[in-house]
Each structure stands twice: as structure tokens, then as C-alpha cells.
């Protein structure tokens, strides 16, 4: 069983208790409770290792969402930013070998972010960034999101590109719950994507690495398979898959074949969304591999081993 070698999620967030949860007070109406139960389990950190404990999955790489926390522009105090960092490194130095950590940075903040970034990786010791895919009419190739995926190119960490609730279409989607604002966030997250393929930015940064949601496969699908459109006509399959991840959310087997069959198997990696999406994901995410008719070695590829070397775990 590829459960057996030790699943990592790649994909789980944890926001400390001493940190104000303030997405639930943006939140439509009919999502509000559910904030309130997930604002609780985010705090939580021994509700963090229990699915470790179980061994349903063998470790975590976790962060902190600024974006939760965030006033009504997005933004989050660089002084906190900061702090979470610190905290997420404590966080990692009390787990070892269960917990990893990803830095959040306001990758909008151009230089001062950038150096965050570099701070995160070199002192605190963390494996990558995680960044929002958009902050109001910018999305991640803008030109003061660059001096991040330069510090992140050269360090040779990956950078998690989180979906966030773009306006107006989160309120035009509101109405239809939680698949709506899905919906809207998965649009945010895969047009991101197709800025940095169409603006050159893997071209011009070789060394970038980036992981998005599944909620983005629709960005995957038309980069990757629209190339005659592109103005990158040949090579965009190349390029996608030597920069761009893409995680398991929802462990669905058609959704996981298609995410190979597009980026490779080298390219898709266990991340449920911990604890948004909650349950036992290592039982699911294997069943889910069997129905998509994985070998062995494509298994292991996709809970752990294409994780450990994105992240450089040895």
C-alpha cells in the first residue's frame, strides 16, 4: 500500500490561537457557522497532529494564511507577518519530521516581502513560501510580486500560490454556497497561473517552482492544452511541467488521472486542505490512486516522494 511509506500533506493550514481569525466576519451569511467551526480547529494544534498520531498521514507542511487574518484590503501588518513566521519555525523545531513549514509573505510588498522571504528560508529554516494568487487587480506576475519568485528561484524553494475570493465574482457566486465561492476561488488560482505562463515569468526565472490547487486544474487544462493559442506556442507542456505542482484536494480518481495526464506524474502532490476540507484524506487519497489505476511507484510518487523532493527532505 502507498500509504504505508508515509503520506505527506502538503496542503494543511493552522492559524495559532494568539492570531485573530477575521475571514468569517467577510464571509456571505450562509457561511458564517462554518467559519466559526473552522476558525476553532485552525487554532487547534494537537488537532494538527492527530491524523499523524493515527497514521492516516505521516507529516504536515503547514502555514499560516495571512489572508485569514486580513483587513477589509487584504492586507496583513508586516511586524505579524513576521511573527507568524516565527511561530510557524517554533511550530517545526517542536515537531520534527512530522511538521514542515511554508512562509507566509505578502507577496504584494515588493522589496520588504522579498526580503521576508529570504529571512524565512535562510534563518528560520522553512521549505518554501505561500503566497496569495491575487491581491485586488494584481495576480502573482506582477511586477511587485517579482523580487518574492526571484529570492524563491534562486533559493531553489517552491512557492504555493493560494487561492484567494476575487470581486465581484465571490459575491455574484455567493448564493450557490460553498461550490460558488469554490468556484471563484478556483478562477483566481488557475488565472494566476495563466498570467505566469502567458507573461514569460517561468521563461525568465528558470529556477521557480510552484504548487497550485486542485481548484486550479481549469488553468492547467488550457495552458497546457490551448498551446497554439499561447503566445509561448511551443514547449508551454515543457515548461508547465518543469515548473508547476498541483495538489490532490478532494483525492477524486478522474480529476487525479487528468492532473498526470497533463503535468506528469512527477507533478502531482498529496494536499487535502487541512482542515477546510477535513476526514480521513490518507485512506481517501489511496482509494482514490487504486481507482485511477496507479502502479506502485506512482503511488509513492504522489503521497511522499515528489513531495520530499520539491521540499528537499531527505
Given at each position: 500500500m502507498a500509504h504505508d511509506v508515509g503520506m505527506i500533506d502538503f496542503h494543511t493550514h493552522h492559524v495559532p490561537a494568539r492570531f485573530e481569525v477575521t475571514a468569517g466576519k467577510t464571509a456571505p451569511a450562509n457561511q458564517r457557522a462554518r467559519w466559526e467551526m473552522l476558525a476553532r480547529k485552525l487554532a487547534d494544534e494537537d488537532l494538527l497532529l492527530t491524523d499523524i498520531r493515527?497514521?492516516?498521514?505521516?507529516?504536515?507542511?503547514?502555514?499560516?494564511?495571512?489572508?485569514?487574518?486580513?483587513?477589509?484590503?487584504?492586507?496583513?501588518?508586516?511586524?505579524t507577518i513576521m511573527a507568524m513566521n516565527?511561530?510557524?519555525?517554533?511550530?517545526?523545531?517542536?515537531?520534527p519530521g512530522r511538521i514542515y513549514g511554508l512562509a507566509s509573505v505578502d507577496a504584494y510588498d515588493g522589496e520588504k516581502s522579498?526580503?521576508?522571504?529570504?529571512?524565512?528560508?535562510?534563518?528560520?529554516?522553512?521549505?518554501?513560501?505561500?503566497?496569495?494568487?491575487?491581491?485586488g487587480d494584481r495576480m502573482v506576475d506582477a511586477p511587485e510580486a517579482r523580487p518574492t519568485l526571484e529570492v524563491a528561484a534562486r533559493l531553489g524553494v517552491p512557492v504555493f500560490v493560494h487561492p484567494v475570493a476575487p470581486q465581484p465574482l465571490t459575491r455574484q457566486m455567493a448564493p450557490y454556497g460553498v461550490v460558488g465561492t469554490l468556484f471563484a476561488?478556483?478562477?483566481?488560482?488557475a488565472a494566476s497561473l495563466i498570467g505566469l505562463v502567458e507573461g514569460g515569468t517561468f521563461a525568465q526565472l528558470p529556477g521557480l517552482r510552484l504548487v497550485v490547487t486542485a481548484l486550479a486544474f481549469g488553468g492547467v487544462a488550457l495552458a497546457t492544452s490551448v498551446s497554439g493559442q499561447s503566445r509561448l506556442p511551443s514547449g508551454t507542456i515543457d515548461l508547465m511541467r518543469k515548473h508547476v505542482c498541483i495538489d490532490t484536494m478532494w483525492a477524486q480518481p478522474a480529476l487525479l488521472r487528468a492532473s498526470i495526464d497533463l503535468l506528469g506524474i512527477d507533478n502531482v502532490i498529496a494536499g487535502s486542505d487541512w482542515p477546510i476540507v477535513d476526514g480521513p484524506f490518507g485512506a481517501k487519497l489511496t482509494g482514490a490512486m487504486r481507482q485511477a489505476n496507479l502502479s506502485g511507484d506512482e503511488q509513492t510518487a504522489v503521497v511522499a516522494g515528489n513531495c520530499r523532493r520539491l521540499l528537499a527532505i531527505t
Open positions: 493515527a497514521g492516516d498521514v505521516g507529516a504536515r507542511v503547514v502555514n499560516i494564511p495571512a489572508q485569514l487574518m486580513a483587513d477589509a484590503d487584504g492586507r496583513v501588518p508586516r511586524e516565527d511561530h510557524l519555525a517554533a511550530l517545526v523545531a517542536r515537531h522579498a526580503r521576508e522571504a529570504e529571512r524565512a528560508v535562510r534563518d528560520l529554516g522553512l521549505r518554501g513560501l505561500f503566497v496569495d494568487c491575487a491581491r476561488r478556483g478562477t483566481a488560482n
